[in-house]
């Protein structure tokens, strides 16, 4: 285009800002046009500037594209690196997704179908969020459990969240399900409180027990107490058995508070008790 | 300077003890923690990494308390740490794993995470496999990804449990330069191997069954087997700890005198056996 | 530049960043900004690289991308003022300079002189830059029907000085 270049001291005056706008604008309508003097411009950044920049390029397309999960809890306000560990955290990838999905639903439509048995789902949907947290606690499935726990904000805000990663989708399935299963009214008092508490006892009993023990311990307990008590208010386990209306004693008031009771109790002790150092496994929590 | 102190560290798992009873404290440097498997050198090093805590004994690392939970938090956040057995996420990429621990240790804004992350990968040498998935990438390349993590933020002490192991010569090598680039910073690394040792601490803890048979500087090490090495073209020796032929056809013994020997200089890694094997002899005899 | 060249990318980084990186300095005083914006660019050219068809000139196609880049962080931060780039006009430019003018924008290197710094920026930014009013307005910190009115007037001085 031209067979003009720029003398080195007008591009030292350009790069210092010693150049009116006049001016710099010729020159840079030059560089746009001019490799030669593109090349000779380059001097005047310093060499450690561009490196750095080029480092922070290559940084930039390594680092993972957040997934429309993480970009959905950025958007909903949460913090960039917590929506990271947060979606980073095992208890959210797809199998763990699919497989309770799996098992709420076959409890649902066992429970819906005709002379169906909604005795199965009582006792499976306030286990998920048990399981759930169980997995978000349990060090063992965390293949990294080790270089984690040294950093600083492995403890308890770790836990808390992964809990919560954990917790929340399982709730959300067992919420949909429980509509499918015993209709809009009942299916939230049917089994969110016992869930929670379910939840917070084996959290506590974390700090006795691993808290897969304790998790499993209580799956049994609670699903021969759903049977029982079925039993007792209909009568005869032949009749449990055979399947029967959710008017169990679950649903009554005082059941409810109970459940209500244990779960303050026990998050009360989780919090207090179990997550102190030392104690949770013998680690530093 | 001190920066990392135990006091009569004991530890037991189950029935069986891991540590019993350790003393030491060292500074900036690189110390290396030398012993035979099952020694103890891990337990120790999860101890200092804050992620066990001890049964008894006192342990202060930059003059703080693991015990105590603000001061443990405060140790985590100037701390780097490899673990023997550092498991991954197969399905994360390199860069993700890390980027991932950087979250964990409060590097929170993004673009300066990620520089730092390019930064440490760079530093072991997998900036050309970042992107890559852990699960594609070889035994080596994992450890290196674990030793990159551990370098995150500049820790004032950096606790790597073999971190040798599964490198090949050339990666060792780079290692080598890498951990002892850096000054003022205090090192603690496990390892079996005394060429390590030999060439990179400037002080050495040798471990046995779960206590500290020896802590000074290689050289006194190797005077442990100070007139007790003897180079003889026989393989029979009743009074050597141990013998063992060399690339050259001859004998080594370290111990007592076999008939017709030469005394020859003894290394760190004659120390070391005669150590390990005179521990062993008094245990029995005990 | 296919995916996964990344000296591909190098060699246009090298090429480019410096130039860019200057440029850009002379809109935003913010050195912190400039040197986001630089890499933001070339994420953006290694992102965007299907899209440069090859027709047109890249060093037209990389600023496109950086000046509006650097557009975006004043509308996500508040406004960093534009440095008033350079007040003092040496006393007399050099018969170089006056060539340089002349070559690349004809008799309008003199007229633009005679512009007021207001006019002259907006001309500069919707011109020379190669930006939209609205755009113009944002690098500006200034109404959009402002950028409006003083390019109007600053065609009518410039058509006034050429004819």
């Known amino acids: 285009m031209t067979t003009w270049h720029a003398e080195p001291e007008l591009l030292e005056r350009y790069a210092d800002g010693r150049t009116d706008d006049v001016l710099a604008a010729s020159v840079e309508a030059h560089l746009l046009a001019c490799a030669q003097c593109r090349g000779r411009v380059a001097a005047q950044v310093p060499a450690s500037r561009l490196r750095v920049n080029w480092d922070a390029v290559v940084a930039t397309l390594d680092a993972p594209t957040p ?44 429970a819906t179908r005709p002379g169906g048995a909604p005795l199965l789902f009582l006792a499976l949907a306030p286990l998920v969020p048990v399981v759930a947290v169980a997995i978000a606690f349990n060090p063992s499935l965390d293949p990294s459990s080790e270089m984690v726990e ?88 032949a009749a449990v058995a055979s399947g029967g209306d959710v008017e169990s004693v679950l649903v009554h008031l005082p059941a409810q508070l109970l459940a209500g009771a244990v779960a303050l109790l026990a998050a009360v002790v989780a919090t207090r008790h179990s997550l102190q150092p030392g104690q949770q496994n013998r680690r530093h929590a | ?60 690392i930059l003059g703080l308390d693991p015990g105590d939970r603000e001061e443990r938090t405060e140790i985590r956040r100037r701390l780097g740490y490899l673990p023997q057995e550092a498991g991954f996420h197969p399905r994360f990429t390199a860069f993700e794993f890390v980027d991932y621990v950087a979250i964990l240790k409060e590097l929170d804004d993004r673009r300066a995470r990620h520089a730092e992350v390019h930064r440490v990968l760079e530093v072991v040498g997998l900036g050309n496999v970042a992107g890559k998935r852990i699960k594609t990438l070889s ?82 090490l190797a005077r442990v087997a100070s007139g007790r090495v003897w180079i003889a073209d026989t393989e029979a020796s009743l009074g050597a700890a141990v013998s063992w032929r060399t690339g050259d056809g001859r004998v080594r013994h370290v111990g007592n005198a076999p008939a017709g020997a030469e005394i020859a200089a003894p290394t760190l890694e004659d120390g070391y056996l005669l150590l390990i094997h005179q521990n062993r002899t008094d245990e029995e005899a005990a | 530049m296919r995916s996964g060249d990344r000296a591909a990318l190098a060699t ?23 040197d ?65 003018l002349a070559v690349e924008h004809g008799d309008l290197g003199g007229a633009l002189t005679k512009l007021s710094p207001e006019l002259r920026a907006v001309v500069q930014a919707t011109v020379l830059d190669g930006l939209t009013t609205r755009e113009a307005a944002r690098l500006l910190d200034i109404p959009a029907g402002t950028v409006k009115t003083r390019m109007m007037r600053a065609r009518i001085q410039l058509r006034e000085a050429l004819s």
């Open chain 2, 139 to 220: 035994g080596g390349m994992r450890r290196r990804l674990g030793l990159a993590q551990a370098l995150l933020a500049r820790p004032e002490v950096l606790l790597l449990d073999e971190p040798t192991a599964g490198l090949d010569p050339e990666q060792r090598l780079r290692f080598r330069q890498l951990v002892s680039g850096e000054h003022g910073r205090t090192v603690v690394l496990s390892t079996h191997q005394t060429e390590d040792v030999a060439a990179l601490c400037s002080r050495v803890v040798v471990m046995d069954r779960g206590a500290v048979r020896f802590d000074g500087t290689p050289a006194a």
């Open chain 1, 150 to 237: 040294a950093t600083p904000v492995a403890g308890l805000r770790l836990l808390f969240l992964r809990t919560l990663a954990s917790l929340g989708p399982s709730i959300v399935l067992a919420g949909v399900a429980g509509r499918l299963a015993a209709g809009p009214g009942e299916s939230l008092a049917l089994w969110l409180l016992p869930a929670l508490a379910l939840s917070a006892l084996s959290l506590a009993l974390a700090s006795v027990v691993p808290i897969a023990t304790a998790a499993s311990a209580l799956g049994v307990l609670w699903t021969s107490g759903v049977v029982v008590a079925e039993a007792a208010a209909r009568g005869s386990l």
């Open chain 3, 36 to 100: 986001e914006v630089v890499q933001d660019t070339f994420v953006a050219v290694w992102r965007g690289a299907a899209r440069f068809t090859g027709q047109g000139d890249v060093a037209a196609w990389v600023w496109g991308i950086g000046i509006r880049r650097l557009i975006d962080h004043f509308r996500k931060r508040r406004p960093v003022p534009v440095e008033s780039v350079s007040p003092t006009r040496a006393a007399t430019a050099s018969a170089e300079e006056e060539l340089l």
């Open chain 2, 1 to 60: 300077m001190t920066t990392v102190r135990f006091t009569d560290i004991t530890k037991r798992f189950a029935t069986t003890p891991a540590l019993s009873g350790v003393t030491a404290a060292t500074g900036p440097g690189i110390t290396g923690l030398l012993g035979p498997n099952g020694a103890g050198k891990t337990t120790l090093l999860r101890i200092l990494a804050t992620v066990l805590a001890p049964d008894h004994g006192r342990v202060e």
């Open chain 1, 67 to 110: 997934g429309p999960l993480e970009r959905l809890l950025v958007r909903s306000g949460l913090r960039a690196s917590t929506a990271r560990l947060l979606a980073a955290t095992p208890t959210l990838r797809l199998s763990w997704l699919a497989s309770i999905t799996l098992a709420l639903a076959f409890a649902a439509v066992a």
């Open chain 3, 12 to 34: 246009l980084y090298d090429r480019h960043a410096p130039w860019l990186t200057l440029r850009l300095a002379r809109r935003c005083a913010d050195r912190g900004i400039v």
